[in-house]
């Protein structure tokens, strides 16, 4: 029996591996007959392109390496903002949707119920368009300025593309973490609630010591592949004018015909950073069951 | 157990692989792309279809405009018949990886003939002779006031990622050392839309392409296309790399229409030329143009009247022109550079001998 299955699984993976095969074949058959083998040295060659906003001193004269490197700082840039801001709302969300406050439970519940109803691309251009677009210019005070050529926050210079990308994709995973962490705090058995409240702690600070901790275990995991997902959704900023890695590569791409090497880069890229991601989490992960366990 | 397990995979990996390395087929590098339109009867046509004048979607759910004319010149010519056109929508970064991926045949999507695209170090594909000669421009809202290059110093300009508008944009305001913010979106409608909403003072793109898009604006007569000239944009149809014989088909298929046009061989009359060419023994190149007396199209690997079955279908290029650029088209262009060599444009065959 035991045998049985080993031979299946081997044939599965014999298929799985035929099929990556034929792929790499046909790969280099077509790089061969278009007479490109691989190869990088185009990355030490200048990019003459410039890019709206970098993190670091860029001009076009500079190498695409560099460039792509801005590119990846860009997205990096705007995924930890947005890992941080979407994880804030999503368990603001989530904890609302639990509240005794009937409005509060409302308007969690129709934040969630209408941002997982539409497709994110719609939600950018939305951002984009409509909401930073269409700001008037608006001297709030001296510290904070708004208009559609950018956003000052108290000496922050915002572009207008990063703040749609960097809400779009906040308000969006902030969503699917409300629910996780909605249902996490449902799988907190009833009685931990009754319990301190017995003991004549208030709700949010019940909520925060007692009911979040353990929910912990079970939101985690799940949280892991939102933070995945937020991650590979920036690619969307391309779509209003950020420039971020997906953008910078495109363009690399078609100035220098390497669709293969740039599209390879981009997927190490991407790679390397959801892998950082998960290792972070699965880190974090372990030592929230690790001191749980402790305290059992 | 589960170490032996994978010592066994890792085995059976390494046989399927080296098996599949082994039969890398080279033997149809020989074999064109031709034949596989002619087998397939059905050519695989990449347009952008967004673009009015050039490939745009009618109201009646047809692909129309210059290009589009291109690819059933084509299938006409290969295949007797230009309805037997399959089209694809491409955006500018997808095309080439179309081309060469052998999703589509043939490229007649508002390519730039470049160097680097022809070269086989660079994108390696074949171009055909150009169909539209453009040029890159910027548009400007006329109340800005801005009439030249330098007042936009400093500007935000909206540009269309993947695409040598962007590269064009850096040469011109690098060598005249004038600094701007390029807004880059990856669609021509962002790019309007950026443009439109006030994001940017200046948007870019080939003339023709603002053009159309101007005709789309509620005020177009609020926007003025700038005198200044960026780069020569010389439109191409493109096809994939090292196939020579498919180079040259379509090749001589342009030329064609362009040939047709020097000889005022038009749609209404093509009948009446084609039965006076067959009375008439003394009209030996009109005879050889329109396959009467054959040859010609054999050499390409075409029929010999291929000639016929394109003008049949599209009409020689000056009416293709006019009836997608013309004037009394939504989107006129006017014929510019596009005229017959001998009426001073750049529109030139030659010889059908």
Known sequence: MRRHRLLLQLVLAGLLLALLGLLINNLTVNLFRTGLGLGFGWLARPAGFALAETALPYAPSDTYLWALTMGWLNSLKVILAGLVLATLLGITAGAARNSANRLLRCLAGSYVALIRQVPLLLQLLFWYFVAFLGLPELPVGGLIQLSNQGIHLLGLNLSVEFCAVLTGLTVFTGASIAEIVRGGINAVPRGQWEAFRSLGLDEGLGLRRIVLPQALPAILPALTSQYLNLAKNSTLAIAVGYADLYAVSDTTITQTGRAIEGFLLLLLSFLLLNLLISGGMAALNGAVLGRLRRSR | ?353
């Open chain 2, 1 to 353: 157990m589960i170490r032996s397990s994978r010592r066994l995979l890792i085995g059976a990996i390494a046989a399927v692989a080296s098996l599949f390395g082994g039969c890398a087929s080279l033997d149809e590098v020989s074999s064109s792309r031709l034949d596989l339109v002619k087998q397939r009867g059905e050519l695989l046509c990449g347009v952008s279809g967004k673009i009015p004048g050039f490939s745009f979607l009618s109201a009646e759910g047809a692909y129309t405009g210059l290009d589009v004319d291109i690819c059933r010149a084509m299938a006409a010519a290969f295949l007797g018949d230009a309805d037997k056109v399959q089209y694809r929508p491409l955006t500018a970064p997808e095309r080439f990886t179309a081309l060469r991926s052998g999703e589509i045949d043939l490229l007649s999507r508002n390519t730039t003939h470049t160097l680097s695209r022809d070269a086989v170090g660079g994108n390696g594909v074949g171009f055909a002779p150009v169909v539209f000669h453009d040029g890159q421009g910027l548009i400007v809202p006329a109340d800005s006031g801005v009439t030249t290059l330098d007042e936009l110093s400093g500007k935000a300009i909206c540009v269309g990622s993947g695409t040598t508008t962007e590269q064009n944009l850096n040469d011109v305001f690098a060598s005249k050392g004038i600094p701007y913010t390029p807004i880059k979106y990856q669609d021509l409608n962002q790019v309007v839309g950026g443009y439109l909403q006030g994001r940017c003072q200046a948007m870019t793109s080939d003339r023709s392409q603002l053009a159309a898009a101007r005709s789309g604006f509620d005020e177009p007569n609020a926007h003025v296309i700038l005198e200044d000239r960026l780069s020569k944009e010389p439109l191409a149809p493109a096809v994939a790399g090292g196939d020579q014989r498919f180079v040259d088909a379509t090749t001589w298929v342009i030329y064609a229409l362009i040939e047709a046009e020097e000889r005022g061989i038009t749609q209404a009359n093509l009948d009446r030329q084609l039965r006076a060419a067959e009375a008439d023994p003394t009209q030996g190149a009109l005879r050889r143009f329109l396959g009467v007396d054959a040859g010609l199209g054999r050499k390409l690997g075409l029929p010999d009247d291929f000639v016929v079955q394109a003008i049949r279908a599209t009409g020689h290029y000056g009416e293709i022109y006019d009836r997608h650029l013309g004037p009394r088209s939504p989107v006129a262009i006017p014929r510019g550079a596009n005229r017959l060599a001998e009426d001073g444009g750049l529109m030139i065959a030659p010889p059908f001998t």
